[in-house]
Each structure stands twice: as C-alpha cells, then as structure tokens.
C-alpha cells in the first residue's frame, strides 16, 4: 500500500493509494517518488497523471506519523513536490472528493491540475496551530489571487473546486472535468504533452494592487479573531511573504515559521486536542470492530430541559424519536419547546423550513409504555430520584424488546444500581448529556460494572452519528467532569472565605481563558443544584468541607439568572452579571464569623488553586480507572467545561507546566491553614509521574 503506477498508452498514472485518505506516509511518498522516476525514464511516456485511489486525492499529511522522524524522511514532502516542479515531461494532478493540506501543496507542484466537481479543497493547517509547511503559503497565492488564498490559508475550512473555478483570473484549476476523472485527465495530458517551457505555480507572480494596506488591515482582523492563537497571524505573514520576496526566500520564510510554530503550546494543545478526540473513541478493552446494534428507532422518557434537548440530536441526524410523559401537558410543553428551538434556528437562516419539517414528522410522543416498546434505545430523562428511575427501569425492563438499549441521563446517581432494577444490566448504560443537550458537544458515556461491550461500542458510534464528543468514564459520583469541577467550586468557596469577591474570581479565570467563571457559571446553571448535591453530601462524606457562602446565598433565594440574583445581579430579560453589593456584604459577614483576616489574593493563585484542583482530582479519577487516559480528561474540560482550547486541557496544560512544578504549587496550597490540606496531597499517581518527570499525556 502506497502508490501505484499504471501505463494508459503513453501517459503514466501514478495513483496514491493509502487508505483512508491517502495520507502522504513515507511509504507513499518513497513509491509516488518511484513512480515519477519512472514515468520521467521511459522514453514511450510523453506525460504523468496523479491522482489519489479510493475516497480522496489526498487528505495531506499522514496523522499516524505526526512529530516522528518518519515525516520528515526522504523523500519528504517538500522533495517530492521540487521533484515535480522539476519534471521534464508534464504531469497532471486530477484531483477529487478531498484535496487538503499536503495534497493540495502536492498538487501545486504539479504544472496542470484538473478537478472533479464537488472536490472539497483546503490548506487546514492553521485548525492545529501551524501553517501550511510544505510551499502552500506562496503557491496558492499565486494561483488564486492574495485575497482568495489569504482566505483560504487562515480559515482552514474546505472550499468546493467549482467554486474555486469560478475565482476570476484563477489558475488553480486548468479543467473541472465531469464525467469520469481519469479519462478526462489523461486526454488533457496528452493535450498538453508538447507544451513547452512547462508551467510550473513558483514562476507565477503572486501580486495585490495595494499590498501595504491590505496586509495591514488583514493583520488587524485577523488579530481580533484570532486572539490567543499566534498561526493566523503567520498565515497573513507568509502570504504578504509570497508577494513581497522571491520565491525560495518565501519557501524559507514559510519552513522557518512552520517550525516555530511547531514549538509553541498552542501548537502543541490543538494537536494534542485533535489527537484527544480520535484517540477518546478508542477503548482499551473493547475491540474496534466489535459489532455494534442497529439504533434506527429511539424512545426519549420525560420531555423537561434535557429531554427535549436530547430529542432535537436525534431528530437532526434523522433517527425517529418517541417522547414519552406522564402527563399530555408535559408533552405539550416538551414539543412547544423543540419548535420554538427549531423556529429560532429558521429565522436566523440556520437551517431550512423544509428540514424543520422533515425533523418534526420524525417526533412522536406518548402517555403510554407500549408506545416506545419497539425502540431500539431508550433514553431516560426523568426527575433526578432514584425511587423515580426505579420505576421507570423497572417499566422498562418489563416493555422493552430484547436486546434494546436502556440509557439513563442521570448525572449523579449509580449507574449501576440503576442497572440492577433490571434483569439485562448488560443492556444499561449512562448517556450524561450536557445542557443544552442540543448545543453542547460533550457526552459523557457512562459505563457499568455490567455494560456489555456491544452496547459500548454501539453508544459510541451512535454519538459520533449525533456529532457529539463521547468520553466513556466509569461508575462515580459525578462521573469525570463534575467529580473535578466539584473541586473547582470548593476552591472558589475558599477563596471567597479568603478575600476575593465572585468578580476577582470570575476575572482572573477568565483572562486565563475559561469561557465563564465558577460565579458566572453557577448563575447560569442555577446555584440550587450545587446547594442540592451539597446537602446530600453532609449525610454521605462528611470529610468533605465547603465555604458555606454559597448555602447563604441560597439562603437568601439568589439561585442565579433564573431568579433575576445570584452571585450577580441581574436586569430584567438580560444576562449581564452586575457585581452585587449585597453579596459581598454577606461574603465579608460570612468571612468574619469565621474570623477570617481577608487578604489580597494574586491572580495567579486564583488560577493555580482552580485549575490544579482539576489537575488533582483528574490524576485521582486515572488512578481508579474512571476514565482510562488522560486525553479523555481533557476532551471533557474543552468539550463540556469551555477550558481553554489553547490550552489543551487540564492534565495537557499541567504537562505543559511541568509536573514538579504542578507538585510544589499543592505544597503552597496544602499549607494555607483556611485550604483543605488533605486534599493538596498530590495523588499518588501525580506524584510518581512529577517524580520521575514524566507527564499525564505520553
Ligand atoms: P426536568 O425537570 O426539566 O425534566 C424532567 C421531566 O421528566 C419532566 O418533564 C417530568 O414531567 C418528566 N418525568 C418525571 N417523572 C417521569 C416519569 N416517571 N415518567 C415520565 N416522565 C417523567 O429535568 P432535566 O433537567 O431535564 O433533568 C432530567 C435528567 O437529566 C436528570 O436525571 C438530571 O439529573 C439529568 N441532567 C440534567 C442536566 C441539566 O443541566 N438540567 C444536565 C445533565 C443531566
């Protein structure tokens, strides 16, 4: 596997052939290098034709050897395309379905190119951090024009090539061919085989009326979007190089920032996000192809905020959904709700009226058990009790059919027991949903002492079908994300008690990156919940100490935006958080009864305290076996916590910041008499890696 090569009468295809995507691996490049060798050596060859087999020219490239020596192994990228530009005889790139990254700076080094319709073209290096390496940022400005490439380069999204076409003066792509691809672009080679001196995109001129202001006003756009990542800016850098210095001066412009680029967390972050997400559906004992039960109809039991939202995936990926209530009401209201979401999202042009409609003739709903008993999964939504979801399973277990899935929405109580209302525990699983359950990336797939391995793997797939990140986490309470971010808020507790109001708090995390901090967030979600879990925990771990300030503030029935007060004030019908004076003279009464001096707390320790109880519980969650690695642990916090991005995650950015040094912050942290010092000890787990200065992510 590799490349193959292949005579049509005089002209030599040479076809890229490494599945999935034909990912410009070193075996592909060695044999795709072979392959010109060739063609260039045989007298009765008068052109080459490249192409890519199978779904894709080429999707760049190869992510298996990401970072290794391997990639850049000759013949590497850059080589094989000089190897191109240098050919005596012409070659013909006949690209289609996926032309990214590496592939299409591969086809740039080719002198013709000639497309399928449809085919999605993209340079996405900027997506993890860098910027095309291998001639992208000089070659499609030339081609394309400064402002279509610029566009390209720095948004990394895909771009239809008749649309490409269509760019005035562009000379991308000599022929859109429809029809069969190869046949046509072997007709245009040998249309072309006399063509001398030979075209090649380096001798082209990239050039822009009024370069100066408009790579000043890019710089500036780009700035203001970009905001804590350094590659779109390079982008415009690069490109502005392709017009302002010779060619090779650029390509070494372009390698010297690539490089640059490699070395920077940001960079390191996104590839290891990238990398987090593939590596999140992989499950250390469940093989990948382990067969997996058809899912084409769905029961959803109780219709409120997450039933609801929960519906609205399915129906989007058109999987017939059944909502299933105790009273027509709730029905009612459940359904109201799914169309005023649906209707927004049609006024603001997001999505058709005829999709609408095609979603909304896939819901049906329910008084009556019977009615979802031919599902192929239920998913279970109802009130937060555990005598509510007895009923419920133990229904279930009665109607369903066998070898149907039974799914619970639960996001604190035992899976497990859940699971034993049943007699098919093997047939259990959690599907924790994060609100909005239509919005938020994150699934949490919780798996049970008992979940056979096929349901597993069949709930996974399943979220990939619905567009969601699924993280498996085992049994506990609060499973991975909200057994950490319990930390978290005990830490904000602290640090209130200590000196801070909710605004420092929120401030200081937010310049860090966090999208909302713990005080803003608790307004949003509704501070009664954790005021709920904090009661039933006085009974269950009494080792667990809290600030009592937020059970004053609920006290006073300031549960957040949903009671017009929480942390914040808040004016009617918005969302702007207003610092409350209130508040803070009940966080200073609260701090003296204590007897508590208040002191100036640094933003610095404000971070170090909230993202390092994450990195601490996180190690601890490793060790039990909840989540299996931890890049699962990051997934969580960048896809359901809004972690910054950039940051990789709370157990990549403690990597980042070194172990040891992750370790002598929890020693600061274990010695503040107002902390919890019991539980600044570094895990074990944590404690052993700083030890031998190794990291969480291999
Ligand atoms: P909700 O109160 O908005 O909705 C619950 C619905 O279930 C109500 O419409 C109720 O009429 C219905 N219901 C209650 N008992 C029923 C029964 N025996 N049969 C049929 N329907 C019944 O509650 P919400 O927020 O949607 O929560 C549902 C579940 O999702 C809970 O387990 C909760 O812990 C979990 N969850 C909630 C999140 C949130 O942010 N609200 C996030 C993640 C999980």
Same mark, same amino acid.
């Given at each position: ?6 005579l049509?009468?005089d002209?030599a295809?040479?076809?890229l052939?490494n599945p999935p995507v034909n990912g410009?691996g ?11 060798d060739r063609a260039? %050596?045989? !007298?009765? =060859?008068v052109?080459?034709v490249?192409? $890519? *087999? &199978?779904?894709?020219?080429s999707?760049?490239?190869d992510i298996k ?12 990228l850059?080589?094989?395309i000089?190897?191109?530009d240098?050919?005596?005889k012409?070659v013909?790139?006949?690209v289609?379905?996926v ?5 299409l700076?591969l086809?740039?080094?080719c002198?013709?190119?000639v497309a399928?319709?449809?085919t999605?073209v %993209?340079? !996405?290096e =900027?997506?993890?951090g860098?910027i095309? $390496? *291998? &001639?992208g940022t000089?070659?499609?400005?030339r081609v394309?024009g400064?402002?279509t490439a610029?566009n390209m380069?720095?948004?990394g999204d895909p ?10 003066g562009?000379?991308?792509f000599d022929r859109i061919i429809?029809?069969?691809?190869l046949?046509g ?6 249309s ?13 001129k990239a ?8 790579f000043?006003f890019?710089?500036?756009t780009?700035k ?5 990542f ?5 982008c415009?850098d690069a490109?502005e190089a392709?017009v302002k210095?010779r ?11 690539f490089?640059?680029?490699m070395?920077?967390?940001?960079c390191k972050?996104l ?8 590596a999140a ?7 990948e ?6 899912i084409?109809?769905?029961g959803?039991?109780g219709a409120?905020?997450?039933g609801?939202g929960?519906?609205?995936?399915f129906?989007?990926?058109g999987?017939?959904?059944?909502m299933?209530?105790?009273k027509?009401?709730a029905l009612?209201?459940?359904v109201?709700?799914?169309?005023k ?6 006024k603001?042009g997001k ?11 896939l819901?049906?709903?329910t008084?009556?058990?019977n009615?979802?008993a031919?599902a192929?999964?239920?998913i279970?939504a109802?009130f937060?009790?555990?005598?509510v979801k ?5 229904t279930?277990d009665?109607?369903m059919?066998?070898?149907a899935?039974l799914a619970s929405n ?11 209302f ?11 949903f994060?609100?909005?359950?239509n ?9 049970g002492?008992k ?10 797939a ?7 990140t699924?993280v498996?986490?085992?049994?506990c309470?609060?499973f991975i994300?909200?057994r950490?971010i319990?930390?978290?808020s005990r ?5 209130l ?7 420092q708090v929120?401030k ?8 909302m ?6 307004d ?9 879990i904090?009661?039933r925990?006085?009974?269950e771990?009494?080792d667990?100490?809290?600030?009592e300030?937020?059970?004053r503030l609920?006290?006073?029935g ?5 009671t017009?007060a929480?942390?914040?004030d808040?004016a009617?019908g918005k969302?702007d958080?207003i ?14 009864a ?5 002191r100036k ?10 993202v ?5 519980e ?5 060790e039990?076996g909840i989540a299996?690695?931890?890049?699962d642990i990051d997934m969580v916090?960048l896809t359901?916590?809004?972690f910054?991005?950039?940051r ?15 370790v ?6 274990a010695a503040?008499?107002?902390d919890d010092?019991?539980?600044?000890q570094?895990?074990?787990?944590l404690a052993?890696?700083?030890a031998e200065s190794?990291?969480?992510?291999p």
């Open positions: 596997m590799g490349a193959s090569y292949q049509r009468g002209v295809v040479i076809t052939d410009l070193f075996d592909t490049r060695r044999e795709f290098s072979a392959g010109v260039l %050596a045989d !007298p009765a =060859v052109a080459l490249v192409t $890519g *087999a &199978g779904k894709a020219f999707g760049g490239a050897e990401f970072g290794s020596p391997k990639a850049l192994a000759e013949p590497n850059l080589s094989l000089r190897q191109l240098d050919s005596t012409p013909v790139a006949a289609h379905s032309c990214m990254g590496g592939g700076e086809s740039l080094g002198h013709y190119r399928a319709p449809g999605n %993209a340079l !996405p =900027v997506k993890l860098l095309p $390496g *291998a &001639g000089q070659r499609l400005p394309l400064v402002e610029l380069i720095v948004k771009v239809k090539s008749e649309q490409l076409a269509q760019v005035p562009q000379k991308l429809e029809g069969d691809l046949e672009a072997v007709a245009f080679a040998r072309v085989a006399a063509q001398r001196p030979l075209p090649r995109v380096r001798d082209l050039t822009h009326p009024n370069p100066d202001a408009y000043e890019a710089r500036n780009v203001a979007m970009a905001k804590n350094p590659a779109p800016a390079k415009v490109v392709s210095r060619f090779d001066d650029g390509m070494v412009y372009e390698r010297e920032t490089l640059a680029l070395l920077t967390p940001e972050a590839r290891h996000a990238f990398f987090a997400e593939r559906s992989k499950i250390p004992d469940v093989p192809d382990t067969p997996v039960r058809k084409a109809k769905l959803v039991i409120g905020t997450m609801g929960i519906t609205m995936n129906l989007n990926a999987i017939p959904v059944t299933l209530e105790m027509q009401e009612d209201r459940g109201a709700t799914i169309r979401n649906y209707e927004a999202q049609v603001k999505l058709k009226q005829e999709k609408y409609e095609e979603r909304m003739a819901l049906s709903t008084l009556d058990y009615g979802i031919d192929d999964m239920v279970e109802v937060e009790e555990m005598g007895e009923k419920v399973f133990r279930l009665e109607v059919k066998p070898g899935i639960t996001s604190t109580l035992d899976l497990d027991k859940i699971a034993s049943t007699k098919r525990p093997q047939d259990v699983i959690g599907t924790h994060f609100s909005p359950a919005v938020m990336k994150l699934l949490e797939v919780v798996r002492a979940t056979a391995k096929d349901v597993l793997a069949t709930v996974m399943l979220g990939k079908k619905i567009k969601k699924a498996v986490s085992g049994v309470d609060g994300g909200n950490m319990e930390q978290y830490q904000a507790g602290f640090l008690d200590e000196g801070c109001t909710p605004q929120d200081a995390i937010e310049k860090f990156g966090f999208a901090g713990p005080f803003r967030m608790g949003l979600a509704g501070n009664d919940i954790g005021w709920a904090r009661k925990r006085k009974s771990r009494a667990m100490r809290y600030s300030t937020a059970d609920c006290e006073l300031r549960f957040g935006q949903k017009g929480g942390w914040y808040y009617a969302r958080a610092p409350s004076a209130l508040v803070v003279e009940m966080i200073e009464k609260h701090r003296e204590l007897g508590i001096a208040p707390i640094s933003d610095e320790e404000i971070v170090g305290r909230l390092y109880s994450l990195v601490n996180g190690a601890r969650i490793l039990d299996s690695k931890a890049s916090y359901g916590y809004g910054p991005l950039w990789g995650g709370p157990m990549c950015y403690a990597d980042t910041q070194g172990l040891f040094n992750v002598q912050a929890m020693k600061r942290f503040n008499p107002h010092a019991a539980f600044w570094p895990a074990p787990l052993k890696l700083a190794k990291t969480f992510n």
